[in-house]
């Protein structure tokens, strides 16, 4: 298992965590002084500076990506609804591909209108059926400009809402029926956030393995939790095994970087700096 | 599949609804008067009049239980802590025998110390050995005084506090363990709250069958959902497709009560009168 006792050569730092301090270029700059190599952008995040600005001073800062987040949200109320998924999808891919993102996050969305609070269906086997048919569709495309799709389980609590994908297995299943091959086109992100709390989580990353472990994102459980969105915690403040977690990432082939992801309206409100330095300073101590 | 339409004949009511509102004895006398012939009673709310006041008020009203809440809790920092949860679940098979329980429903417990914000270890792989390690000694003496027990999987959102069993096929993989004949001794509760998300539910309710499926809990999952204990949802409010997983129940062989079990602070506000009415009308509507 690696050491990440000594650098931060591995740590890589979704940008959501602090969006609510700094814009995107900001962040980048900062990221880059602090010797932090790597980021996972959001797509408004960079929409709000610009793609092209924003691919310049990637270069520039010598800064790569962990991921590209994100595309999904497939299921829709209507054949309208589904193919502006499946277009708004493929404009994902090309974006990962000019960021020289080593994959395109995919949280692939549930009931339809049920984040806006008026699900148009209730029925999530129908959701689940979109999905597939929508993921099958984007890596058609996503293949020919090879940009490999990472899935990502999201946690129960958002199954509704957010993604009806809920488990390792499940999106292993997935990738199973759409790439029976393992080619590497499609794989998973691993959220420990999402995934923690399943008992199956070590058989299932040991079945990935190396072709389907495309990303891993690192943060905490608090406890208590109080809101099913905006309460992560920052690694080593909660309940999450990281470091054990990691090591059955690595003993199934992973050798990428540790991302860390905190959504949190305690963290938002810290200043920028503090947080990154966190950052840094607990992918050494505790992931 | 029953119909539930024109009565209320399978409707129970776990008291847990409307205890903010009223003492046990008077729940018991509300649920009378309606016609529900059925409640699944908490611990505490029986103490707080008395196990055999309530014993007897239950005979006299012609009031039935649909189960017993609750055991479990069985993770413990120590063992101290680990005798103790075990003579309080042996004294919860006993209240349950008292008031002629047809189950005791266990939620298991998970990190100890977690429910208090202090988690006393982190390793939920220990809580899950501990979990297994109760139940069995509990089962030992259940099956003794021909006490079913019914393991309730809980929501991952309460892994670190409630429950280590997360899943209806980590409940159901204990009770092969603990229970490979399928006596009948020990089964599962299934509360839709918790498992309705689980893309393997339909294949699990199938696989327990009617010797492992001794409870059905019912209510509603609200978009959004804004509290991760006290924000069910009524029957018919929320996304889950109520009728369609009775189906699969009912298909399995279950055919006993289903227990309206609701924690929320917007019912707990309302009139009690008014949360047993829209129960039955629910009930009868869409369960």
Same mark, same amino acid.
């Given at each position: 298992m690696r050491d990440f006792s000594s650098d931060h050569h591995w740590l890589s730092i979704n940008t959501a965590t602090v969006r609510q301090q700094w814009r995107l270029d900001r962040i980048i700059d900062e990221c880059a002084r602090r010797g932090i190599r790597t980021i996972a952008p959001w797509r408004d995040q960079v929409a709000a500076v610009g793609l092209e600005a924003i691919a310049r001073q990637l270069r520039d800062t010598g800064t790569g990506l962990s991921g590209y987040c994100r595309g999904g949200f497939y299921p829709a109320a209507d054949a309208t609804g589904l193919a502006a998924a499946l277009d708004d999808n493929r404009?994902?891919? =090309?974006?990962?591909c000019t960021l020289g993102a080593p994959c395109l996050v995919l949280v692939v969305g549930s009931l339809p209108g049920a984040l806006q609070g008026q699900p148009a269906y209730r029925d999530i086997a !129908?959701?689940? !059926?979109?999905?597939?048919?929508?993921?099958?569709?984007?890596? @058609?495309?996503?293949?020919?400009?090879?940009?490999?799709?990472?899935? @990502?389980?999201?946690?129960?609590?958002?199954?509704?809402?957010?993604?009806?994908?809920?488990?390792?297995?499940?999106?292993?299943?997935?990738?199973?029926?759409? =790439?029976?091959?393992?080619?590497?086109?499609?794989?998973?992100?691993? =959220?420990?956030?999402?995934?923690?709390?399943?008992?199956?989580?070590?058989?299932?990353?040991?079945?990935?393995? !190396? @072709?389907?472990?495309?990303?891993?994102?690192?943060?905490?459980?608090?406890?208590?939790?109080?809101?099913?969105?905006?309460?992560?915690?920052?690694?080593?403040?909660?309940?999450? @095994?990281? !470091?054990?977690?990691?090591?059955?990432?690595?003993?199934?082939g992973y050798a990428r970087h540790a991302e860390v992801e905190i959504f949190s =309206?305690?963290?938002?409100?810290?200043p920028g700096e503090l947080v990154l330095d966190t950052c840094i300073a607990r992918h050494r101590s505790v992931v």
């Open positions: 404009r994902a891919v =090309d974006e990962a !129908r959701a689940r !059926r979109e999905v597939a048919d929508g993921i099958a569709a984007t890596l @058609e495309y996503a293949r020919q400009v090879k940009m490999p799709l990472a899935i @990502e389980p999201l946690h129960p609590m958002q199954a509704a809402e957010r993604a009806c994908i809920n488990t390792l297995e499940q999106a292993l299943d997935l990738c199973d029926a759409l =790439d029976p091959a393992r080619s590497g086109a499609l794989g998973v992100a691993v =959220d420990l956030y999402h995934v923690w709390w399943d008992p199956k989580l070590q058989q299932q990353i040991a079945r990935a393995g !190396r @072709e389907r472990l495309l990303a891993f994102h690192v943060c905490d459980w608090l406890t208590p939790t109080r809101d099913l969105l905006n309460d992560r915690g920052m690694m080593g403040d909660g309940v999450i @095994e990281l !470091r054990q977690i990691r090591g059955w990432m690595e003993a199934a =309206d305690h963290w938002w409100a810290q």
